[in-house]
């Protein structure tokens, strides 16, 4: 018998108004409800609305969360004080990948602070049944799986900050990239944070899941435009960010994928620390590049990189992207084929497509603020 699919907050509006449903991680999530090109365009040229609600929200409160949240994620979160929100990685005992989290630090309104780790959809149940048996020996952190409690939304875009900023009590000038507040949201009590996957300024709202519906339809009055999983995929490739399941696996290491900053090593013992203090030294693994082709032809996942007819890789996503009207991709190649400019190939369907190396992202936006 099929499992039901798990169903959002604002699954009967997506329904209702044109979304075109996809099973996502178990969930039925809208993939576009025009088309991926529309949707992509208006989150580069003013703002669109993304429901991540299928996303796990798990929150930590007591004296030992952030003691215990040190011990399973790759960066340091004892010095993160209230409002910073860091990006980092929880691994295996063997240096893999389990997941790419971000972690809140959050003031509450009694003059206390709690901590969330926002997970991807696909892994929430792996991660809390990785952080299961060592919470049973942290007798002063209460956790609580707030996923199906909360809703959270993201408006994505130029004008993002225009269309949230009458929403939300919190000044959002002030806001620096990679922070969050507790604060009202249309007068319901929720967070507001700034971080983004789609490579423009942008904002998440975390509300309680009946509150949901009044400010999506209220974004969309503004002028907000609803967006599906398409658009979110190729607005993070542009950006080039690694996909849990694609770029990031329990295969692959921190290092490979690049994400070098979001291990600190040094003074710290997390689940996976030793093994990553080992290959951190490696050498002569595949790493992960960008690359682009002059050709019109889409290099997917799976796809063989060649130098010379030779294969020296393997594509982890491709798409066609609406803003720089080539085909892109991502993958990983063995480190003597990662330098920028570097001539490679893609095996498209029998056909080797000329490809080359560039530096990630493919799209950078000009921005204010910063990454803490």
């Keep these: ?16 108004h044109g979304g075109r449903m996809v099973d996502f991680a178990g969930w039925s999530m809208p993939v576009q409800y025009t088309s991926i090109v529309a949707e992509h365009t208006a989150t580069r040229t003013a703002a669109t609305l993304f429901d991540i ?7 930590f409160d007591g004296p030992g969360a952030a003691g215990f949240l040190d011990s ?3 960066r340091r979160v004892t010095d993160q004080q209230p409002g ?7 691994t295996r005992d063997d240096g893999g990948i389990l997941d790419d989290v971000l972690v809140y630090h959050l003031a509450d309104a009694g003059g206390g602070s709690y901590w969330l780790m926002v997970v991807n959809a696909s892994n929430r149940t792996k991660i809390v049944e990785f952080l299961e048996p060592r919470l049973a020996l942290a007798s002063d952190v209460l956790f609580t799986d ?15 900050s225009a269309l949230v900023q009458p929403l939300v009590e ?36 975390i509300l309680g899941a009946r509150a949901i519906e009044g400010v999506w339809q209220t974004l ?15 607005l993070r490739l542009e950006a080039g960010m690694p996909l849990y399941g694609h770029e990031l696996s329990e295969a692959i290491d921190p290092f490979q994928a690049g994400l070098d900053f979001a291990v600190n090593l040094p003074d710290r013992a997390f689940s996976g620390s030793a093994a990553l203090q080992t290959l951190k ?19 997917r996942e799976g796809f063989h990189i060649l130098s010379s007819d030779k294969v020296v890789g393997s594509v982890t996503s491709g798409t066609f992207s609406p803003t720089l009207e080539c085909p892109i991709a991502m993958g990983y190649v063995q480190p003597e084929f990662a330098q920028p400019d570097t001539e490679l190939a893609i095996d498209i369907r029998g056909r080797a497509e000329p490809a080359r190396v560039v530096t990630l992202p493919f799209y950078r936006r000009t921005t204010k603020g910063s990454r803490t």
């Design 1 to 16: 018998m099929a499992t039901a699919l798990a169903q959002t907050p604002l699954f009967d509006w997506h329904a209702s």
């Design 53 to 59: 609600s299928h996303m796990g929200r798990l929150r």
């Design 72 to 74: 399973v994620v790759t």
């Design 84 to 90: 910073q929100v860091r990006y980092s990685l929880v």
């Design 146 to 160: 707030a996923t199906f409690d909360w809703a959270m939304i993201a408006v994505q875009g130029p004008h993002a």
């Design 170 to 205: 919190r000044s959002l000038d002030t806001m620096k990239y990679y922070h969050a507040a507790e604060t009202r949201i249309a007068g319901h009590g929720g967070i507001v944070s700034r971080t983004g996957y789609t490579g423009e300024d942008g904002y998440e709202l």
């Design 220 to 234: 969309i009055a503004a002028g907000a435009t609803p967006a599906g999983l398409g658009a979110r995929d190729t």
């Design 281 to 299: 030294q490696r050498t002569g693994v595949p790493c992960r590049v960008g690359l682009t082709m002059t050709s019109k032809r889409v290099p």
